[in-house]
């Protein structure tokens, strides 16, 4: 069987992983390619700062959670593992701050020793009233990327650096089954009219003083408006800028500006970190994740896709989850096509 | 008009601590600090600098816990502000685990470190050797970066600063006031066979994906990410004055931290070092008086905090800026003009 997966972020590269571990010992031969014009360090998870946290509330989409759960119990599985350090994951803990009293996160149980915060530790957030401390993961994409493709390369996968313009494309390489996994740029596919860009901004600063991510929430503004701080293995990722519609992959000075402020309120000691670099990226963002199959007529011929975008700014948050039940879906097709055109009478 | 001088021996953590409480707080006495070794050469210098202590058996709960709190205090102050990087002083989150569950669950300092509570059973999960844990967030101050900090205030509050090596008490003529925090060195210095050294070895490796500390509650194995480098270590050897490194301990030690955190063993090996704690019974913090040459010179002691140094100098430093205060009431009145 002949799988394309198209798109390199962390969405197809994942995809491609679980498709391989659940079913090269089954189907032989499984070929496995990947389609993308991009590939790390220029794609979107790459500018990512890795961060393990999703949106403080579901709002019901229990699925969501279940995956993002799924995700970090396995990353954390990961930490344990000697390639720990190649695949960019470590623990790192933090505040959640907000301005007024809140519902405690869908995240609360996920995570690690999550409690409230206590009076002192409000005390060294001035402004700040409300909010939350708990350990959770980091993996970070310019690592984690190159260890998948590695991972991938060493199974016997391909990469084809090349844009895909239609499923057609593919169905012409003789793909039997397609990977969507387009992320930003899926509508380019296959118009979505729920897709939309969330653009994001930051700033990479050397600041190694600091071990602590620190993110606010304001529930006017609305997520990732509000600054974050969020430190990694080598830099620190400043940001809070999520401008739904704007599809500007450049950073600005205005934007600039906004966070710098708002950060160095939020943190001090800033003002004494070297900046190293501005980012753009955007989110692919949607009212929520397209993980589903789609059976797509192409001439003659049928072709199984199946969908796996939308995650806007928690991507390497729900990964794991959604890879996993995307081969779920594979299998589903496969079964299908073993039991053959009878059983479809 | 003739001011009082003051001179403080010793550049360690103490020392300049306790030099710079003075100078400030008093500024008409004059403050001269002495001392052989100067940062990066003092036995703070390869502390990690991690603000937690032990429980001395001797000295009244109530001021333990008012030097911690001074200390802690103080510190959080600093990693709160712009001067943190400066100073090297920054917040640190992590955990302290022990295999057999302790008698004193919640120490003395945990009232006064922020967000102290115990380990979940989820967090215990990473360490089945051990049963018990407390997680916080406490204070890691890297006297490399510290010790010139508070050099830089010394000198602006008006201290002057010499580089000399006092062999005894008897050397130093011409001061009204002799504060003694020479760690290690009182032993020799003022004859006190209390103190004995408690030999430290650590090494510095490359691990930037580590952002929490990881601290057996004997003392003995430890992680301690700082700003350039991980600290891991270590050993508490007393009465071992050896001060070369041990290269059999060095891999003791990567072993026992690998066990805790498997990362290290992928982690470089950046230095290794050695250092010896001031270890004493108590800390020795309190005055008495020296016949010099004639004259009744009046000496405070700040020194013997073993492996405690960081963590309370300046609790203790302001204990001693007290009692230098008592001196100065009780010296005779020509003296103070």
């Not at chain 1, 990327?145 to 499923?167: A, C, T, Y």
């Amino acid at each position: 069987m002949r799988v394309a997966v198209i798109g390199a972020g962390v969405i197809g590269l994942s995809t491609a992983q679980s498709i391989y571990e659940q079913y090269h010992s089954i189907i032989s031969p499984l070929t496995i390619e990947v389609y993308a014009d991009r590939f790390t360090p220029l794609t979107t998870s790459d500018g990512a700062a890795g961060f393990w946290q999703p949106y403080l509330y579901d709002k019901g989409k229990v699925q969501e959670t279940k995956w993002n759960k799924e995700t970090f119990d396995y990353l954390l599985s990961c930490l344990s593992s000697p390639e720990s350090v190649q695949m960019g994951i470590f623990l790192q803990s933090g505040y959640n701050l907000c301005t007024e009293p809140a519902t405690e996160p869908s995240f609360k149980d996920i995570v690690l020793g999550f409690r409230q915060l206590t009076e002192r530790e409000l005390q060294l957030f001035p402004g700040y009233n409300h909010g939350w401390f708990n350990t959770a993961l980091m993996v970070e994409g310019k690592t984690y990327l190159p260890w998948l493709m590695d991972w991938l390369q060493k199974r016997g996968v391909n990469f084809h650096h090349r844009k895909i313009e239609s499923f057609q494309e593919l169905v012409e390489t003789g793909a039997d089954v397609i990977i969507n996994c387009t992320g930003m740029r899926s509508g380019e596919l296959q118009p979505d009219p729920e897709l939309k860009p969330g653009r994001g901004q930051i700033i990479k600063v050397d600041a190694p003083w600091l071990k602590h991510w620190i993110l606010t929430h304001n529930f006017t503004n609305g997520v990732y408006n509000s600054p974050y701080i969020i430190p990694g293995s080598r830099l620190v990722t400043v940001g809070g800028i999520f401008q739904l519609g704007d599809w500007s992959e450049n950073p600005n000075y205005t934007d600039h500006k906004r966070i710098w402020e708002a950060a160095c309120k939020l943190e001090p000691s800033l003002k004494h970190a070297r900046i190293v670099e501005d980012w753009a990226g955007l989110r692919p963002v949607r009212s929520k994740v397209r993980l589903e199959r789609e059976t797509i007529q192409s001439g003659a011929t049928n072709v199984e896709v199946i969908h796996n975008y939308g995650h806007g700014g928690f991507g390497l948050t729900i990964h794991r989850g959604c890879a996993q039940e995307a081969a779920r879906l594979f299998g589903q097709i496969v079964e299908q096509k073993r039991t053959g055109p009878k059983a479809r009478l | 008009m003739k001011s009082v001088r003051v001179v403080v021996v010793g550049a360690g953590v103490v020392g300049f601590s306790t030099a710079v409480c003075i100078a400030e707080a008093l500024p008409l006495c004059s403050v001269s600090l002495l001392a052989e070794k100067f940062s990066p050469d003092t036995t703070s210098d390869g502390a990690a600098g991690i603000a937690l202590t032990a429980e001395f058996p001797d000295i009244p709960l109530e001021r333990q816990r008012r030097w911690f709190k001074n200390s802690f205090d103080h510190l959080l102050d600093i990693a709160q502000s712009e001067r943190s990087p400066g100073a090297g002083v920054m917040l640190t989150s992590g955990w302290q685990i022990f295999k057999n569950v302790p008698a004193d669950k919640k120490p003395l300092w945990s009232e006064f470190v922020i967000g102290f509570r115990f380990m979940t059973d989820g967090e215990l999960k990473r360490f089945p050797d051990h049963k018990f844990g407390q997680a916080f967030t406490t204070i890691k101050c890297e006297c490399s970066s510290y010790l010139p900090w508070l050099h830089q205030r010394f000198v602006k509050a008006g201290g002057r600063v010499e580089q000399r090596k006092v062999n005894s008490l008897q050397e130093l003529n011409g001061y009204d006031v002799i504060v003694n925090c020479s760690g290690l060195g009182s032993e020799k210095l003022v004859r006190d066979t209390e103190v004995y050294p408690i030999r430290g070895q650590v090494l510095k490796v490359e691990a930037p994906w580590l952002q929490h500390f990881i601290r057996d509650g004997d003392g003995k194995t430890y992680i301690y990410p700082g700003i350039h480098s991980v600290t891991i270590g270590g050993t508490r050897q007393e009465g071992d004055w050896r001060l070369q490194v041990d290269e059999g301990e060095s891999k003791r030690i990567v072993e026992r931290c690998s066990a805790l955190e498997p990362s290290i063993s992928k982690a470089s090996v950046l230095s290794q070092w050695v250092g010896l704690r001031p270890g004493r019974r108590n800390p020795r913090v309190e005055r008495e008086v020296v016949q010099l040459r004639g004259r009744r010179v009046p000496v405070v002691h700040n020194y013997g905090h073993g492996g405690f140094g960081v963590t309370l100098a300046w609790g203790t430093a302001l204990d001693a800026l007290g009692l230098v205060r008592q001196c100065l009431h009780e010296m005779p009145q020509q003296a103070k003009l």
